[in-house]
């Protein structure tokens, strides 16, 4: 899997990950991160989730990072906003009042482009990358927000019946990945009853992740 593929599901419009509303497990969730009320969170892989206009609508400042900047056009189109936009080196910065998103690769996200963060809401991201990518994405993750708490929503199924993404990462991995950094507790885990593209037994779990 290559850039490419994002690119091609987002031109051909195959974007069935895509939800009309804001996620209920945002919802139910968020507030176990104890944010204040103007808290600035980090939605790494984001696409044009209306979890964004959620959490803007609660009064927190929104950074993005998408690889289709197609999708980053149609989010800030369905927000109705219009952004100011600049080249940054690979990334291309789209920018309104308490909404940024970096189009290209997130791993050319530095510290500095990014500034501080409270907190990350993973809901698609690391579900979105094959193993071989997980490792690195974790690690440049607790790097670029010095290991800011985390929402993370992982998809848990046998891998070898379908393959992702949505791909499997059951709570080890979770823990091999961000155990050194966070306190890894589960929120909550409930089945997909519709399964994940036939394939029965699914489960979607929520994790909090707090720095040691």
């Excluded at 490419?4 to 990950?17: C, G, L, M, S, V």
């Excluded at 979105?128 to 929402?151: D, F, K, N, S």
Aim: hydrophobic share 45%; proline share 5%; with cysteine.
């Amino acid at each position: 899997m290559d850039e490419q593929f994002w690119h091609r599901k987002w031109r051909n419009n195959e974007i069935a990950f895509h939800r009309a509303d804001a996620n209920p497990l945002l919802l139910r969730h968020f507030p176990a991160l104890g944010l204040g009320s103007d808290a600035r969170l980090l939605l790494p892989l984001c696409g044009k989730t209306r979890d964004i206009g959620w959490l803007l609508a609660q009064g927190h400042e929104v950074v993005g990072v998408e690889l289709s900047e197609l999708a980053v056009e149609q989010l800030f189109s369905e927000l109705g906003v219009t952004p100011v936009i600049t080249d940054e080196g690979t990334l291309r910065r789209f920018e309104t009042d308490r909404l940024t998103v970096f189009a290209g690769n997130v791993f050319d996200l530095d510290r500095h482009r990014l500034g501080e963060v409270d907190a990350v809401y993973d809901r698609a991201a690391l579900v979105a990358l094959p193993e071989p990518l997980r490792e690195r994405y974790a690690g440049h993750l607790v790097h670029l927000t010095h290991a800011a708490p985390q929402l993370i929503v992982t998809f848990e199924y046998d891998q070898a019946l379908v393959m992702g993404p949505p791909f499997a990462v059951p709570e080890a991995e979770l823990r091999r990945h961000y155990g050194a950094a966070y306190r890894v507790a589960c929120l909550g885990r409930h089945e997909v009853k519709e399964g994940l593209r036939g394939v029965t037994p699914v489960a979607e779990a929520v994790w909090r992740l707090e720095r040691r």
